[in-house]
Antibody, heavy 120, light 107 residues
Framework: EVQLVESGGGLVQPGGSLRLSCEAS????????MTWVRQAPGKGLEWVAN????????FYVDSVKGRFSVSRDNAKNSMFLQMNSLRAEDTAVYYC?????????????WGQGSLVTVSS | DIQMTQSPSSLSASLGDTLTITCRAS??????LNWYQQKPGKAPKLLIY???GFQSGVPSRFSGSGSGTDFTLTISSLQPEDFATYYC?????????FGQGTKVEIK
């Protein structure tokens, strides 16, 4: 059974840093692109970042470029999101998701999410 | 960047109704379009991939169509468990993006 479990969320002050983790099981993690998606309270979904299987290619939404960094450790079946210079508008539930290509890319499995709150 | 516009933003429907949600891309995305269902406090669930592909385990009352810039999600014979928020997502090129969502409520 495919499982994705996020951790590392919490309360952080504006300007602070936080590192989210996503631990995968039930599939060969190193064979898949992975995605981070976030959802601010009461708002819609926002794609944040993608990372290639070997970590050699990464893409980010403009609003986090230069502040967030996605990485992965295939030996530990884990993906990470290092978030620096956090702002109030980064407050959201952060989901990790597996990316799969069947005629086009999609996110077929999702974790349960990790809440990040940026507030003083 | 490609923008996605969903309509309507919300709708009220009755059990057994057939409803249609539309999604428009700001430029052609061929069929790089997915649909997700999200219930409160839960992660999104993939319903339709590549505009019309049926995700395993999803009831056949859910269907998708379209290509280029205009897409639709159709839910036939609405069931109690279908009341949720639905999102389209383009994956044509980075940055990927979601529509703003359509909340389906009970009339």
């Amino acid at each position: 059974e495919v499982q994705l479990v996020e951790s590392g969320g919490g309360l952080v002050q504006p300007g602070g840093s936080l590192r989210l983790s996503c631990e995968a099981s039930g599939f060969t993690f190193g064979n898949y692109w992975m995605t981070w998606v976030r959802q601010a309270p009461g708002k819609g979904l926002e794609w944040v970042a993608n990372i290639r299987q070997d970590g050699g290619e990464k893409f980010y939404v403009d609003s986090v470029k230069g502040r967030f960094s996605v990485s992965r450790d295939n030996a530990k079946n884990s993906m990470f999101l290092q978030m620096n210079s956090l702002r109030a508008e980064d407050t959201a539930v952060y989901y990790c998701a597996r990316a799969l290509f069947i005629d086009s890319w999609n996110n077929d499995y999702w974790g349960q999410g990790s809440l990040v709150t940026v507030s003083s | 960047d490609i923008q996605m516009t969903q309509s309507p933003s919300s709708l009220s429907a009755s059990l057994g109704d057939t409803l249609t949600i539309t999604c428009r891309a700001s430029q052609s995305i061929t069929t790089h379009l997915n649909w997700y269902q999200q219930k409160p406090g839960k992660a999104p669930k993939l319903l339709i991939y590549a505009a019309s592909g049926f995700q395993s385990g999803v009831p056949s009352r859910f269907s998708g169509s379209g290509s280029g810039t205009d897409f639709t999600l159709t839910i036939s014979s609405l069931q109690p468990e279908d009341f949720a928020t639905y999102y389209c997502q383009h994956t044509h090129s980075a940055p990927w993006a979601f529509g703003q969502g359509t909340k389906v409520e009970i009339k």
